[in-house]
Each structure stands twice: as C-alpha cells, then as structure tokens.
C-alpha cells in the first residue's frame, strides 16, 4: 500500500526554532506540575486496597459512590468495569487495615478503660495492636471495646502470661475490604444485594519499593538505547537520541499528570513502551540521514535532513496509523487502566514522530555546525602559525 504516491518536499528544518520554543515551554510546564501536584498514584504505588464488586440489580458508579460515602468513605474511588448491563465495579480505598493513627489512639482510650493497661504498641503498618495488660481480659471484652471505638477486628490473640508479669494480647484489625462491605451494607434490609469478586491489598513500603524499582526500570532502558544508539552512529547523533526519548517521556507523563489518571505500573509500562517506539522512529530516519549524507555529498546538513525525512515520510505514516488504529479500539472498548494506557500511547506516537523531526534532528545539525565551526577555528589557527613561521625574519 502506498501512502505518498508522489515524493513530498516538505521543509521541515525551517520550522525548527517556534518547534523547539513550544516543546521546551510545554515540557516546563509539566516538570513544575510533576514537582508542585505530582501525580496521582494509583494503588501499585502508593499502597492501599482494591475492591471488585458486583451488583445483583442495575446500578451506576455515582449510586455506588453515594451508598459508600453514606457508610462513612468518602475518599474511595469507584470505577465502573464491563459491559453496562454487568454492574460492575472497582472500589479504591488508600489503607491496608482499618488501624491508622487516628483509630489506634480512640482504640487505646477503650482498652485502658477496661482496667489497669502496662503497655499498648500499635503497629500500623501490619494493622496489629500489642498490649499487655495487668490482670486477664477475654477477647470478647477487647474485641467489644476495640470495635467500639470504630475500628473493625479480625482477630483477637492471646499470648499467654509474660514472665515479667501481665498478659499479652494481639489484636488483628479488619482489612479496608471490610470497611467496604459494611458501609456499602449499611440500610440494606436482608441479604446484601452484591458480591465481592476480588480484593487486592498492596503495603506501603511494597508501594514505594515498585514505585522505584519502575522508575529505574525506565531509566536503564534509556540508558541502554543511548549505548546502542552511540556504537551506531557517531556523537552529533546520540544526543539528539537521548532528548527525544527524554521529551517523549516527559510529555506522556503529562497526561497522567493533567487527566489525574492513575499512575501505577501501567503507566510505567506505556512510558517504557513509548520509549522503544520513539527510538524505533529516530533511528530509521538516522540511517536514511546517514545514507543521504554520502548521495548528496556538498549539500547542507539541514537540506540532507529534510530530503531524509520527506523519504521516509510514507513510511512514518503506515506504522505510526496501523498502532493507532488499534488503540483507537481500546479508546472505544477499554476501562479504567487500559483506557488510559492507549490514551497515553496514543500520545506518545504523536510526540514520538514529532519529536524526530524537531527534537532530534535540529539538535544533530546543532552539533554538526558547532564541530564543522571548531574544524574551522582550527584550520584558521594552523594556517595562522604557519603563515608565521614562513615570515621573513
């Protein structure tokens, strides 16, 4: 299939200055919203519960987010999933267990009343409270005192008597999955007219650890497409590489930056593949730059660059099309993450062409002309001293 019957002469080059002005404004913009809003993590990054659930009868995202927040959530996510007739959906609450600072300390005032306490350690990251106590209590008592101060408990543990005296308890809170399925409960006469299909917890020091780890993830791919691509070609063509990919990178993540879609390792996975695919692009037009260079010897590297580009123009068509087409699918089809990964790809096979033509390749004829300069303050230097040494004495 041939996109471009007719060869196009298209001077790209000469609108490489407002190009590169707009890239850089926008490009700032997003790094100050990055370090000012930052993104908004999703549950893979920074920590908390995710819930599937299924409703018996039609219902709507905004009814199951009214029902949560009359149960006492008001900061959790719903998003729907599915068809429109499955009446499902996601449920996204931060937390693990239902024991924070807040609940631990009202916690803390019930146990004591129930008599003379020598110790009490919440642990909140593992959702656990350790007490030991004075005189024996059941766990009825410290399950009834605990719950009443609105925390939920899965488990009461007794450990026995300490040998420097007391009794030690553990006791286990209720995960947030818990805390869902009772407020979402809550008014329903008889049985609950939904199912929990599915629950995720993920910790926050699991979060932060993946969090990094996709970080550097995207990092050491860039740094490896910089090696091959500095073995390949020559020093005037690596950099213009390496600010491609950064550029495309930074651009993708504001979308998730401005949408306030998730950012979790779906995110990291669109950035990583956009990565490949912006390199893909640059080093195809690099190879037809690096042909031309030796057909049209004598010619100005900015003319060689656009005779390049205009020649792999049908080309960057057809791949660039046939990908979006099938994000254009999952635009219409997808929900939640995967939505939201072909808007960010699809974004990125934008920037990804745009940023080959006026990223890359203005900062490879930069280059070129400040090493063709320094050729020529070196010859006028040398043509300068030997002019001296052959002078008369």
């Known amino acids: 299939m041939e996109i471009l019957k007719n060869k196009t002469n298209i001077d790209f080059i000469s609108k490489r200055k407002p190009a590169i002005f707009i890239s850089t404004v926008l490009n700032l913009i997003i790094l100050v919203g990055i ?3 930052g993104f908004n993590l999703g549950v893979d990054f920074a920590g908390g519960t995710v819930v599937e659930v299924k409703f018996t009868k039609d219902t709507s995202a905004a009814d199951v987010r009214k029902r949560a927040e009359a149960g006492g959530l008001p900061d959790v996510s719903v998003q ?6 499955e009446n499902a959906f996601l449920l996204r609450l931060g937390g693990v267990t239902q024991l924070t600072e807040e609940s631990a ?6 146990i004591t009343a129930l008599g003379p306490v020598k110790s009490i350690y919440p642990d909140l990251a593992n959702g656990i409270i350790n007490l030991r ?9 410290l399950e009834k005192a605990v719950e009443g101060s609105g925390t939920g408990v899965e488990e009461v543990r007794s450990l026995g008597q300490a040998q420097a005296g007391g009794f030690d308890y553990q006791i286990v809170a209720s995960g947030m999955a818990d805390r869902i399925r009772a407020a979402l409960t809550q008014g329903v006469q008889g049985e609950p007219d939904f199912e929990m299909r599915r629950t995720e917890y993920v910790g926050p020091q699991v979060g932060k650890q993946l969090r990094n780890r996709g970080i550097m993830a995207l990092v050491y791919s860039m740094v490896a497409i910089l090696i091959y691509v500095a073995f390949r070609f020559d020093f005037k063509f690596g950099p213009g590489a390496l600010l491609a990919m950064l550029h495309d990178v930074v651009m993708v993540a504001g979308f998730y930056l401005f949408s306030r879609a998730e950012f979790g390792l779906t995110a990291i996975a669109a950035l990583l593949t956009i990565v490949g695919y912006s390199i893909n692009d640059t080093i195809v037009i690099y190879d037809r730059i690096r042909e031309d260079m030796v057909k049209f010897k004598g010619k100005p590297f900015a003319e060689v660059i656009n005779i390049a580009i205009n020649d792999t123009l049908g080309r ?5 099309g046939t990908t979006a087409l099938s994000l254009i699918g999952l635009l219409f089809f ?7 990964f072909a808007w960010a790809m699809l974004i990125g096979i934008i920037v990804g062409t745009y940023s080959t033509i006026y990223i890359a390749s ?6 070129d002309e400040r090493a063709a ?11 300068g001293l030997k002019q001296q040494a052959n002078a008369p004495g």
């Open 334 to 340: 997808g929900v939640g993450e995967i939505r939201d």
């Open 80 to 85: 729907s999933i599915g068809g429109a007739g």
């Open 35 to 37: 370090a000012v809003w």
């Open 373 to 383: 300069a320094r050729e020529a303050r070196e010859r006028n230097k040398g043509g």
């Open 362 to 367: 203005p900062l490879t004829i930069w280059l």
């Open 316 to 320: 960057t068509i057809l791949t660039s």
């Open 105 to 110: 300390t009202k916690a803390r005032e019930a």
């Open 133 to 141: 106590s004075e005189q024996a209590l059941s766990a009825e008592q």
